[in-house]
């Protein structure tokens, strides 16, 4: 436990929620470095090394790959305010809080917003976006790859398709998948992309990897009326970004140091292996909390994400309270349901430095005892037993 500041103790925890994650203790010395001035040319030859391995973990060439000061949120309104003018027509894929956010914010901007609404625990049906795409001018197209609030992978190729056979652009949220899931935007053909850094890539929060291809650009080049957010201008941000090197705003020294160096760790770790890794630790998990009488918030293992895991609370079990017991006596943080899920499902996110062989094990072992103290009865150590088995065969 660290006391050392003002007296109020921060415990250390295990991170198995919806982010953070864990940050490796080589990220969290990167960032004690002296600090240098963000148009140092040791500064800018960092952010040159940050924007290749963004675009090589991006699965991109773009130019324009680079990272916003800010959380996910920030990565989202850069990409919907930079597109989005009064009166365009926006479609939306729903079936999650950060679709429902995407929509919100094109809504601000003065789109004009289609919804295409799907369950929370399956993907927003493909041909229905489509169908919304070519209903209309729709310049638009924003979908979230990895919905953390339900834990569903999202199938994106019909939807891309189908955007660009209207010449529409496609927005893609991969905040909770860059890193732990394949994100290949040059062969998927995304135009514009966010992240952020808490989640598989295992930095602190504070930073928006972004990237926007040629055509956005050109899109937002052409646009008729100037960008509403003077901080979010992707034009502005190339000045400092690009080759002129202006400055614009006072770079986060310290977080920029953060995701250089947790950049090199994905690196090499390599991205096929840090993927297998996820889904691995996600295998494990759900062979444990089957094993122990749960149930899967996605029934279509396909359509699961490797990186957040979303469980159905069993009946008659106080959901707050076992996520505090978990906090309290484990020291490990789980997250619980968002809107119409709140009180019925448990998100465990395996993100990052969190997808652990040893941390699958351990909050199986953790919720058995938990559950215990509801007056759950189950078969004793099913869970870790089924994960041990799974682990061994994949
Ligand atoms: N999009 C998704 C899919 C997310 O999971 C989150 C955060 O959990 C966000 C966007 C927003 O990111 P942040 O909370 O970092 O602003």
Known sequence: ??????????????????????????????????LIGHLDPEFLQLMDATQKMLRQVMGTDNRMTFAIPG?????????????????????VAVCGVFGARLAEQARRNGAEVVTVEGEWGAPVDPAAVAEAIVAGDTKVVAVVHAETSTGVLQPLDEIIAAAHAQDALVVVDAVTSLGGHPVRLDDWG????????????????????????????????????????????????????????????????????????????VCEEGLDARHQRHRRHHLGLVAGLEAMG?????????????????????????????????????????GGGLGPLAGQIWRFGFMGA??????????????????????VAAAPGAGVAAAIEALATD
Request: include cysteine.
């Open 190 to 265: 995304v135009d514009v992309c966010y992240s952020g850094t808490q989640k598989c890539l295992s930095c602190p929060p504070g930073l928006a990897p972004v990237s926007f291809n040629d055509r956005a650009l050109e899109c937002v080049k052409n646009r008729s009326t100037p960008v509403r957010s003077w901080y979010l201008d992707v034009g502005l941000l190339d000045g400092y970004w690009g080759q002129d090197r202006a400055y614009h705003h006072t770079a986060p020294i310290s977080m920029a140091y953060a995701l250089h160096e947790a950049l090199l760790m």
């Open 354 to 375: 969190s997808s652990t062989e040893n941390n699958v094990l351990l909050v199986l072992a953790a919720l058995e005892a938990a559950l215990h103290s509801q007056g």
């Open 1 to 34: 436990m660290d006391k050392s500041t003002s007296g109020s103790p921060i415990p250390e925890r295990v991170l198995l929620g919806p982010g953070p994650s864990t940050v490796d203790g080589r990220v969290l010395r990167a960032m004690s470095r002296p």
């Open 294 to 334: 749960m149930r899967m918030q996605v029934e279509n293992p396909e359509h699961r994400l490797w990186s957040l895991n979303a469980v159905r609370v069993p009946e008659g079990v106080d959901e707050a309270s076992v996520r505090s017991e978990l906090l309290t006596r484990f020291g490990i943080e789980i």
């Open 71 to 91: 959380t996910g949120s920030a990565g989202m309104e850069a990409s919907i305010v930079n597109l989005v003018e009064p009166g365009d027509r926006v479609v």
